[in-house]
């Protein structure tokens, strides 16, 4: 259900089915699906109490991805592990336990379960068989992996995650490994920051959705001692929701080193949602795309450029909403809603200051649905 107080995407996998795997001592009633389902209302949610032992949990995992045929399947910690291994389906790993045996040496003895399960089961001994188990069915991830299920899969890893360290493993068999800012859990900062836009390139691959391109040079991102820009976050989480955003970078010949701090910067300061969303160019000019935010726009670029900087355009926030409402959409509350009855095409061309037209758009655009 829609809830008009808190941020939510009732787009991402409208309609669609997503099978959630828990974590080690959690359950299918844990608070991590509660709070999937308030990001994305208009999806079905499948989450399942897994059984004890890892051969049963298994078996009972892939029934259910073959009855319940889900679109998308998140596994977090030790649900990472099991996801790995249901193929066939677009998946995301967040932290995943590939190392079981080890992650559960330090914890023998009783364990208390952190959320209710349906057998009412409330504790369990963690004993050095049970370790043995677990140990050995990590033994069977990373088998048979074909390029089309390197495609379905990403994994994502806290760069402070106390707990597991397998960014390394993973990417020895994936190539969409990813780093996000956050620890072991998957909390709502990192679902919404970091998770959904993930969930977003799948779904759009799914439905054959193709987004408007939106550039930004990489000088309009940060201040001259490389510190963000004012407002710079919150444009650009706005933009991507629905925009293809990419990064644009020159690539000095002389100066190697340039392109990895940018990609270092955009890594800190942007992270998961700019993964693979940077172009190193020094002929702007040749890229196509419909919108470019940019301090010193290039003469044929073949789109509509916004001079990032100008009198019209001081802030990345401003910026970034009024390519937001080119597109149809601005920000209410804790919204970004289409704007209704409202259709704008402009023919390719650039908005300068020194065009008389500038302000007419701007006050059109921005007094819309206010």
């Not at 190392?99 to 409330?122: A, H, I, L």
């Not at 959904?196 to 990489?218: A, L, T």
Request: aromatic share 12%.
């Amino acid at each position: 259900m829609e809830n008009p107080y808190i941020k939510q995407f009732p787009d991402l996998m409208s309609g669609k089915k997503i099978m959630y795997v828990h974590g080690f001592l959690s359950s299918g009633q844990s608070g991590t699906v509660k709070m999937l389902q308030d990001l994305m209302p208009n999806a079905t949610f499948v989450a399942e109490d897994i059984p004890v032992h890892p051969e049963e949990g298994m078996e009972m995992l892939l029934k259910l991805q073959e009855t319940e045929k889900p679109d998308l399947i998140i596994g977090t910690s030790m649900g990472g592990m099991y996801t790995e291994m249901l193929k066939g389906t677009d998946r995301i790993l967040v932290n995943p336990a590939f190392e079981m045996g080890n992650t559960m040496s330090s914890m023998t003895g009783k364990q208390e379960f952190q959320n209710p399960r349906k057998d009412g089961v409330n504790e369990l001994m963690v004993t050095k068989g049970l370790i043995k188990e677990y140990r050995d069915i990590t033994e069977r991830c990373f088998q048979n992996i074909t390029p089309e299920e390197q495609a379905r899969v990403y994994g994502l890893f806290g760069d402070k995650d106390p707990l597991v360290h397998t960014f390394d493993l993973f990417h020895e068999h994936y190539p969409n490994a990813i780093r996000f800012h956050g620890e072991h859990r998957l909390i709502d900062k990192v679902a919404f920051h970091y998770l959904c836009p993930v969930i977003r390139w799948i779904d759009d691959k799914q439905n054959g959705k193709e987004r408007p391109i939106v550039y930004i040079d990489f000088d309009a991102l940060h201040d001259s001692y490389w510190k963000a820009t004012s407002s710079m976050h919150k444009a650009y989480e706005m933009l991507i929701e629905y925009y293809n955003v990419y990064i644009v970078a020159s690539a000095p010949t002389n100066d190697h080193e340039y392109m990895a701090k940018v990609q270092t910067w955009v890594e800190e300061y942007l992270s998961t949602p700019a993964y693979n969303h940077i172009l190193f160019t020094n002929q702007k000019n040749l890229l196509y795309g419909d919108y470019f935010i940019d301090p010193h726009p290039a003469e044929d670029f073949m789109g509509t450029t916004i001079e990032y900087g100008s009198d019209e355009f001081k802030t990345f926030e401003e910026s970034g909403t009024f390519v937001a409402r080119l597109g149809g959409h601005e920000q209410r509350g804790s919204q970004t809603v289409p704007l209704p009855h409202f259709h704008f095409s402009l023919p390719r061309k650039k908005f300068f200051p020194a065009q008389g037209e500038i302000s007419n758009c701007l006050s059109r655009y921005f007094s819309i649905g206010r």
